[in-house]
């Protein structure tokens, strides 16, 4: 028999490594709780089966491309009061992304927008949604060479399928009129069908900075907030805050 080769050899081989592995402390579970030979059968499958879904979410996460690890848990509520525990948490059950609604994170830099997106977009991606991260520019670059090189329907429908885009970073830059209206062409093919996060240091009255033709800013403004979740991180950055008080308390000691 010839040996098996390419990408099913690996999943065999995965596989195989997480039953070889975990077989020895199942074995003497199943032997001290007395269990049946189908109740031991039952729980190695559920490890190898647990630990396949890990694989995938790590697949996902590393799909998404998110420049950090963030998560939910590591956020500090206490040091930004503006943003509501109870209301992150929710969001990252990820009944929005189920139902295709956008999010907006609205705040001042070093207020947490970009923490909270990597955390909600990572829960997307444990959670088995496909979730793509990039910056808004980065975006929008990419549109405007797709557009110049007769690929654009492919980049866009390619963006169109992913279940969560998160745009980071929108409204820092000026956009051209051309690299707007194909900013909106992306959204309005995701629109009501798959979701859209964005994180923005603008309030919305302030993107006719970033979108200079007030009609196109106003569609876009109603493509990323109809039926939606907008989240005010507040204008004080705790980051800020943090490394003065770092300072401060090595000052008192030094």
């Not at 039952?42 to 979410?57: G, I, Q, T, Y």
């Not at 390619?158 to 909106?184: C, K, P, T």
Request: hydrophobic content about 40%; proline content about 3%; aromatic content about 8%.
């Amino acid at each position: 028999m010839k040996p098996l080769t390419g990408t099913g050899a690996c999943r065999r081989t995965n596989a195989d490594n997480t039953i070889r592995a975990q077989f020895p402390d199942l074995a003497e579970a199943a032997a001290r709780d007395q269990m049946s030979y189908r109740g031991f059968l039952a729980e190695l499958l559920m490890a190898e089966c647990d630990d396949r879904a890990r694989r995938r979410s790590e697949r996902r996460i590393k799909a998404a491309a998110f420049p950090r690890e963030k998560s939910v848990w590591s956020f500090d509520f206490e040091a930004n009061p503006h943003v509501d525990p109870a209301v992150i948490h929710t969001l990252a059950t990820c009944d929005w992304g189920k139902r295709g609604l956008p999010l907006c994170l609205i705040g001042d830099s070093g207020t947490g927008k970009s923490h909270l997106l990597i955390a909600l977009g990572t829960e997307a991606a444990m959670a088995g949604y496909r979730v793509r991260y990039t910056l808004a520019t980065k975006l929008v670059n990419e549109l405007v060479e797709a557009a110049d090189e007769k690929v654009l329907a492919k980049t866009i429908a390619r963006y169109g399928r992913v279940d969560l885009l998160a745009i980071d970073e929108l409204g820092y830059m000026e956009l051209d009129r051309r690299g707007a209206e194909l900013l909106f062409q992306v959204l309005t093919e995701r629109e009501e069908k798959n979701s859209v996060a964005i994180a923005s240091n603008e309030s919305f009255g302030g993107w006719t900075r970033t979108f200079t033709d007030p009609r196109l800013c106003a569609a876009i403004v109603d493509r990323l907030t109809f039926g939606g979740n907008i989240i005010e991180t507040g204008t004080e950055s705790y980051r800020l805050a943090s490394t003065r008080a770092a300072q401060a308390q090595g000052a008192a000691t030094g």
